[in-house]
C-alpha cells in the first residue's frame, strides 16, 4: 500500500513525465513503461492511481484544464470591470498564455483532441472546457449586444480561437499569441458597437492595463 500522502506527491511528478514522453514520442508511444521511466516510478503506482495509460492521459488534461481556466480568471480580475473589449481579450489571451503554448502542453493537447473522440470521459472533459470558454464570452458580450448576437459572436471568437490555434500547433513557426489577438480584436471591431473600443483605448492611453 502506497503511504499516505503519497498521491501528491507522485501525481504531479506523473503528469510532468506523461506530457513529457507525449511530446518525445507521441499519445500511441507513450505506454505505461516509458512514463514510469521518465518519472523515475514503477509501473505499478500509474495503475495503482491511474487505472493505467488512459486514466493518467484523464489527470494530465484535468491539470491542464485547470491551469488554463485559472490563467483565463486571472487575467479577467487584472481588467477594468467596465472595460469589456479588455475583458475579451483578456479571456482570448488566457487561451495563449505562455504556459498553454509549451510544446508538452500542445502535444498533450493534440492528444488529448483527438483520443476525446473515442473516449467518453475525454469527451466530457473537451465538452466542460467548451461550455467554460463559451459562458465566460457571452457573460461579456452580453453586456453591450443583444442575446442572439452575443451567441452568435461568442461561438465565432470561440471557432477563432481553436482554429488558430490548431493551424499554429501544426506549423513550424507554432502558435502566435500575438497574431491571434490582432486577428480576434479585428473581429470584435466589426461586431462591438465603437464606442467599447474607444473606452479600451482610452484605459490603455492612461496606462491602466
Do not use: C
Amino acid at each position: 500500500m502506497p503511504k499516505v500522502g503519497m498521491d501528491e506527491i507522485r501525481r504531479p511528478q506523473l503528469i510532468h513525465a506523461t506530457m513529457q514522453v507525449i511530446d518525445n514520442v507521441g499519445l500511441q508511444g507513450a505506454s505505461v513503461s516509458l512514463i514510469s521511466k521518465a518519472a523515475g516510478v514503477s509501473p505499478g503506482i500509474i495503475n495503482h492511481y491511474f487505472g493505467g495509460k488512459d486514466g493518467l492521459l484523464e489527470a494530465t488534461m484535468r491539470s491542464v484544464l485547470r491551469q488554463l481556466s485559472e490563467g483565463v480568471q486571472e487575467r479577467i480580475t487584472l481588467q477594468d470591470p467596465d472595460d469589456v473589449i479588455g475583458r475579451i481579450k483578456a479571456i482570448v489571451g488566457g487561451n495563449f498564455d505562455p504556459r498553454q503554448l509549451d510544446s508538452k502542453v500542445v502535444k498533450t493537447w493534440l492528444a488529448f483532441w483527438s483520443q476525446a473522440m473515442h473516449d467518453p470521459m475525454l469527451y466530457r472533459l473537451q465538452r466542460v472546457n467548451e461550455r467554460r470558454l463559451l459562458s465566460h464570452l457571452r457573460l461579456e458580450l452580453k453586456r453591450v449586444l443583444p442575446h442572439d448576437k452575443a451567441q452568435l459572436t461568442a461561438q465565432a471568437i470561440a471557432a477563432l480561437i481553436d482554429g488558430i490555434w490548431l493551424r499554429g500547433a501544426l506549423t513550424p513557426g507554432g502558435i502566435d499569441g500575438d497574431l491571434a489577438q490582432r486577428i480576434i480584436t479585428d473581429y470584435l471591431e466589426l461586431q462591438l458597437p465603437k464606442e467599447h473600443f474607444d473606452y479600451h483605448r482610452k484605459l490603455i492611453s492612461k496606462g491602466a492595463h
